[in-house]
């Protein structure tokens, strides 16, 4: 069935806006997504299960192209695939006029596997492997971003023996704090990403007088999960400023100008994320600016937001298990999935929100602490939460589960990682089986030779 925002007795879930937009609870406090029942998708595919909500995808496409082209038209979005990636996904961004940011040989050949036009493609990365960097220009990817002195070397010479010039972007450190987790940090001074200005000026000298290079763009990231914009205004000034001294000192003119990704998104009730519309006036503002200040030609600006299309379309379903008492008092209540599908909050101490799929009005009864099912201690999923009593074979849904969950997603334990399942307009479809014994065999060499 399809449902319909002014329809009753459905009611947006608690906390709607950690949910994908069709997210609605029925008059018995069931959650539905995209039209269908969680039950359903459980019954049919399993737990532990990802669901896309693809209205969720396409809204946060749309409002980042028109958010950026309504202010500085030579605008682009291109997705940063590390957040999440599939055929199904590719999909949609070809559907919504997004590019995208890619990061190895393995998420180029999906996006082209996929039919997604490989020139539409940003290679990143601050160590592409040679065969990765030769497999990406055969493929015909629309720009490589270099990221230092001796990968501009490679490139030139990949270029050269192919009789073809490669289009690059350079990537700086715009050594741009941010208040973010260190591990998502990327444009301070100590980061190992992007060349410094002595290298920036060194890759711009040699790529003026190169004839396999053409230095289209420069690009910098200052980190993800940010709550400010800040960052993002000192990383386009500080590109626009970089702009200015390649045309000055090597009369080169850069036609694109990206400031990376990086907007957050609110993981549980408390946090307050600046809007798409905020983050496209901060970005196009400094441009503007910059563009003034230095009198450059206006650039093509390209944005890579990830976590921002994704993470609110995804809703990651588990089934719960056994129940224990924390000598504190507090509940523990594990569930059939954890750091294998969801490693966020081992890594980063990422905090996320849960409740009960099938009573999603219910009343919070206890302090639980939501745990996996791996043998780790750290496979805790939600530190602290105040639940309704969750007994065993209930379904745990966690909301924002869509970015940079799956992507780094491990067999850890052996578990098969996960079926992905997008759901639209009342149908839901696999995008991804789960995996299964003879896939986690599939590269082990069986054969005894001992
Ligand atoms: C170069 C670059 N662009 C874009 C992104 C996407 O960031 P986010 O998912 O936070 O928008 C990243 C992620 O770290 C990145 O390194």
Same mark, same amino acid.
């Given at each position: 069935m399809t449902i319909r925002a002014?329809?009753?007795?459905w009611a947006p879930p608690p906390?709607?806006?950690?949910?994908?937009?069709?997210a609605r609870v029925d008059g018995a406090g069931r959650l539905w997504l995209g039209g269908v029942a969680a039950a359903r998708l459980t019954g049919e595919f399993g737990t532990p299960l990802y669901i896309y909500d693809e209205a969720t995808i396409r809204a946060r496409c749309r409002a980042f192209r028109d958010a950026f082209t309504g202010r500085w038209l030579a605008s682009a979005v291109a997705y940063a695939g590390k957040a999440y990636l599939s055929p199904a996904l590719c999909h949609i961004l070809l559907d919504e006029g997004i590019e995208l940011d890619a990061v190895s040989a393995g998420e180029v050949g999906l996006a082209v596997a996929s039919?997604?036009?490989?020139?539409r493609i940003h290679l990143h990365g601050n160590y592409k492997p040679v065969a990765e960097l030769a497999a990406a220009l055969d493929a015909g990817v629309g720009r490589v971003v270099v990221d230092s002195l001796e990968e501009l070397e490679r490139v030139e010479s990949l270029a050269r023996e192919r009789g073809r010039r490669a289009a690059i972007w350079l990537r700086l450190n715009p050594d741009v704090e941010t208040e973010t987790h260190a591990a998502v940090r990327?444009?301070?001074?100590?980061?190992?990403f992007g060349l410094d200005m002595a290298a920036v000026d060194a890759a711009a000298r040699r790529a003026a007088a190169?004839?396999?290079?053409?230095?289209v763009g420069l690009h910098a990231h200052a980190g993800?999960?940010?709550?400010?914009?800040r960052p993002a205004v000192r990383v386009t000034a500080f590109l626009c400023t970089a702009a200015a001294r390649s045309r000055d000192?090597?009369?080169?003119?850069?036609r694109e100008i990206s400031p990376g990704g990086g907007l957050g998104v609110a993981y549980t009730p408390g946090e307050a994320p600046p809007t798409v519309e905020e983050y496209a006036e901060a970005v196009t503002g400094a441009l503007r600016a910059g563009v003034a200040r230095h009198g450059l030609e206006p650039p093509r600006l390209v944005v890579e937001p990830g976590r921002a299309i994704v993470a609110h379309a995804g809703v990651a379903l588990y089934t719960v298990g056994p129940r224990k008492r924390a000598p504190d008092g507090t509940t523990l209540v594990a569930v059939d999935g954890g750091m294998g599908d969801n490693p966020r909050p081992a890594l980063y101490g990422a905090r996320y929100h849960a409740a009960l799929a099938e009573r999603m009005t219910a009343p919070a009864a206890e302090r639980a602490r939501i745990v996996g099912?791996?043998?780790? +201690? %750290?496979?805790?999923?939600?530190e602290e939460m105040m639940l309704p009593l969750a007994r065993a074979g209930e379904t745990l849904a966690i909301p924002v +589960? %869509?970015?940079?969950q799956l992507a780094m997603a491990s067999n850890y334990n052996l578990a098969p990682r996960p079926a992905v399942v997008f759901v639209a307009d009342g149908r839901a479809r696999l995008v991804r089986r789960r995996e299964t014994l003879d896939d986690l065999l599939r590269a082990e060499v069986m054969d005894r030779t001992d």
């Open positions: 002014d329809e009753s007795p906390h709607a806006h950690l949910w994908p937009d069709t039919s997604y036009p490989a020139e990327t444009g301070h001074a100590g980061s190992k190169s004839p396999w290079l053409e230095l993800s999960q940010l709550l400010d914009v000192t090597h009369g080169l003119a850069v099912r791996y043998c780790e +201690s %750290g496979d805790v999923l939600v +589960s %869509g970015a940079y």
